[in-house]
């Protein structure tokens, strides 16, 4: 899965640490997420997405 999860976090100068700490996941989790080596529930993608005040699309929709 392609996702903008990196991006999003790095512009709110979040590490992966603070990012998982504020979703209640381990900072390995956040990484395997933005290598799309992972599938988040939709309910830590709802987390992530409000943590980095951006919607769902924003960060997981892939763009052709």
Same mark, same amino acid.
Request: proline share 2%; aromatic share 4%; hydrophobic share 40%.
């Given at each position: 899965? =392609?996702?903008?999860? +990196?991006?999003?976090? %790095?512009?709110k100068?979040?590490? =992966?640490? =603070?990012?998982a700490?504020?979703? +209640? %996941?381990?900072? #390995?989790? &956040?990484?395997? &997420?933005? !290598?799309? #080596?992972?599938?988040?529930?939709l #309910?830590?993608?709802?987390?992530?997405?409000? !943590?980095?005040? !951006?919607?769902?699309? =924003?960060?997981?929709?892939? %763009?052709?």
């Amino acid at each position: 899965m =392609q996702n903008r999860i +990196k991006v999003a976090r %790095v512009e709110k100068s979040l590490t =992966q640490e =603070q990012l998982a700490a504020a979703v +209640k %996941v381990t900072r #390995q989790t &956040i990484g395997l &997420i933005e !290598k799309g #080596q992972y599938n988040p529930s939709l #309910q830590l993608c709802v987390a992530i997405a409000k !943590k980095l005040d !951006k919607t769902l699309d =924003q960060l997981f929709w892939e %763009v052709e």
